[in-house]
Structure formats: C-alpha cells, structure tokens
C-alpha cells in the first residue's frame, strides 16, 4: 500500500506559493460521540522531508490503515506537518445543530486552528461557512489529495483514543471497539442500559 500522490499541492505552490489546507472529519455517522475535524498544513518549500514521509509512511484515506500502522503515520505528520488543528462537537450539540453543521463548525474550528492561511481543500461537497479562506471542495478527498488524507488520519487517531477513553467512563457500552458506531453489540447495549450522556439523541431510533 502506497501513500497519495502529493503532485496536486507541490504544483500548487510551485506555482502560486500557496500553501494548501486539507481538512477532513471522521465520526459524522456514528451513534455516540463527537463528530472531529482535522487540518493539516505542510510546508510545500520542504519537498525532499515530506517526500521521506509518503515513503516511510502511508498517507491516504484513515479508513484503510488498521490502528497501529494509523497511529504511527499520525505520530510522523505531527513531527512534519507546519500546523495541525482538531476540533470536535459534542453530541449535545450535534443535536441541537444537527450532524451536517456540527460537521462544518468542526472543520472551521480545525482550519482557524491552524493560525495559518492558505488555500483549504475540504473533502466532500460542502464549502466550509464563514471562514475567511479560498476553498475547493473535493469529493473523495481523502482518497486523492495528500493533506485531506493527512487530515483524516490525525482526526480519526484522535477519536478512537478518545472513545476508548470514554470506554472507561461509560462502561458497558464497548465504544474501544465500535468506537461509537452502530454495530449490533452497541445498539444491544442501548437497549439494555439505555442512552448515556455521549450518545446522539436524535441518531437513535431503537
């Protein structure tokens, strides 16, 4: 498994030296939890380390790397990355905004995180609101572009910790495994123990 192509965004700062923001979430469609958004910028003048990154590492979409190789490649684009932003959204207030604005406020939160400008590539079809930035929206971003791939990873590494973590104080539920997902071990545990204080409200209709 090879990690993405980075010639879309080495090009892009060759030729106009803007540097690009990939900006990806994870956890949009689970039943518990928060939904998180990454943002990763790297420093395109330094083409030779961040090929050494792509070479040592795998760099393309979170979903297809098991969890050690995820938390490794997380670990090494912290070390490289210019900046990186996280931002999460409660289920609380996924509830209240619903999933698809809880999902953009993340993104913004990520990206203004970031204390840097540049041209932000945000996976899906949705242009991120109120933030002051050129942006291109690309479907499938984090299967072609380097940075959203980057951006997936980081987020996606921060939520599994943080759902194991919530495994600890919401015990029962099993969320180290699914992670907050709707597998039928969750959905059985909410039947049994009903609906904790991370879990999405509106997202169950059991």
Request: hydrophobic content about 40%; charged content about 30%.
């Given at each position: 498994m090879q990690s993405l192509?980075?010639?879309?965004?080495?090009?892009?700062?060759?030729?106009?030296?803007?540097f690009s923001i990939g900006v990806d979430e994870v956890g949009r469609g689970c039943l518990a939890g928060p939904v998180v958004a990454g943002a990763v910028i790297f420093d395109w003048s330094?083409?030779?380390?961040?090929r050494d990154l792509a070479?040592?590492?795998?760099?393309?979409?979170?979903?297809?790397?098991?969890?050690?190789?995820?938390?490794?490649t997380a670990e090494a684009?912290?070390?490289?990355?210019?900046?990186?932003?996280?931002a999460e959204?409660?289920?609380?207030?996924i509830d209240e905004i619903n999933i698809l604005q809880?999902?953009?406020?993340?993104?913004?939160?990520?990206v203004e995180g970031l204390g840097r400008s540049g041209t932000v590539l945000v996976d899906g079809n949705q242009r991120i609101p109120l933030l002051d930035l050129p942006q291109e929206t690309i479907?499938?971003?984090?299967?072609?572009?380097?940075s959203i791939a980057a951006a997936s990873i980081i987020a996606k590494e921060y939520r599994d910790t943080l759902m194991e973590q919530c495994d600890l104080e919401f015990p029962g539920y099993d969320?180290?495994?699914?992670?907050?997902?709707?597998?039928?071990?969750?959905?059985?545990?909410?039947?049994?123990?009903?609906?904790?204080?991370i879990h999405r409200k509106t997202f169950w209709h059991g």
């Open positions: 192509s980075f010639d879309y965004e080495f090009n892009l700062w060759n030729v106009s030296r803007v330094k083409a030779d380390e961040i070479d040592q590492f795998v760099i393309r979409d979170s979903k297809t790397l098991s969890r050690e190789r995820r938390r490794g684009i912290r070390n490289i990355a210019l900046a990186i932003g996280i959204i409660d289920a609380k207030e809880a999902t953009l406020k993340a993104m913004r939160s990520a479907i499938g971003g984090d299967g072609k572009i380097f969320f180290s495994s699914h992670k907050g997902y709707g597998t039928k071990v969750h959905q059985a545990a909410i039947r049994l123990l009903g609906l904790s204080p």
